[in-house]
């Protein structure tokens, strides 16, 4: 299993429950509402500030495996789905980890109340996941295996204030050993979502 370093937690971004919707007799009344209107679910506008084109810099820390660390570089670029009901990523990079290439769609689940993806990738095929969002934050946790051995990989984001920079680590554990963090991410916008490029 490659370590799961694109911003699968960027949409997004991630198998913990979100805290975002209130209860109402175990139904999502805002989502349900909203998708007999047309209209996307509020929580969904947690996801568009992260609509635009960004510049990626993945570094591996130094392991057995890579003694000398390593870097890849590429874009990640996030838009609205049909309707606004996701939002949709496409992810390239190159570097020591070769060359990536994947796609995501993350949307808001009502009945689950929680943000949920599937990412799917030339190098290990597709995922389902759910993220927790906290303001300009988000976290994912997966369960995987690797070589024989059980990995718990967390991956946490935040966004800076501006939303022009996303700060992203992924730490596995393997076997229940205390969690490393393996890669450190830096995500840099060149276009916003209106086509516009920051000042």
């Given at each position: ?113 929680a943000f949920k993806s599937v990412w799917c990738d030339n190098m290990q095929g597709c995922l389902e996941f759910t993220t927790e969002v906290d303001g300009n934050s988000w976290t994912v946790e997966l369960d995987g295996e690797a ?53």
């Amino acid at each position: 299993m490659k370590t799961l370093t694109p911003l699968i937690g960027f949409l997004l971004v991630s198998v913990c429950p979100s805290v975002m919707a209130g209860h109402d007799g175990g139904k999502d009344a805002s989502a349900t509402t909203n998708a007999a209107s047309g209209a996307p679910a509020a929580q969904m506008s947690l996801l568009y500030p992260r609509i635009g084109t960004w510049q990626v810099t993945i570094r591996t820390m130094p392991s057995k495996s890579l003694p000398s660390g390593g870097m890849d570089k590429g874009v990640a670029t996030i838009k609205k789905g049909p309707g606004g009901f996701s939002v949709v990523q496409d992810f390239w990079s190159r570097g020591t980890g070769g060359y990536a290439v994947g796609q995501s769609y993350t949307w808001w689940d009502g009945n689950a109340k929680a943000f949920k993806s599937v990412w799917c990738d030339n190098m290990q095929g597709c995922l389902e996941f759910t993220t927790e969002v906290d303001g300009n934050s988000w976290t994912v946790e997966l369960d995987g295996e690797a070589n024989g051995e059980k990995v718990h990989t967390t991956i946490r984001a935040t966004m800076s204030p501006n939303h022009n920079a996303i700060h992203e680590e992924v730490a596995n554990s393997y076997n229940g050993s205390p969690a490393k963090t393996e890669t450190v991410s830096e995500y840099k916008r060149v276009v916003s979502g209106a086509g516009q490029t920051p000042q």
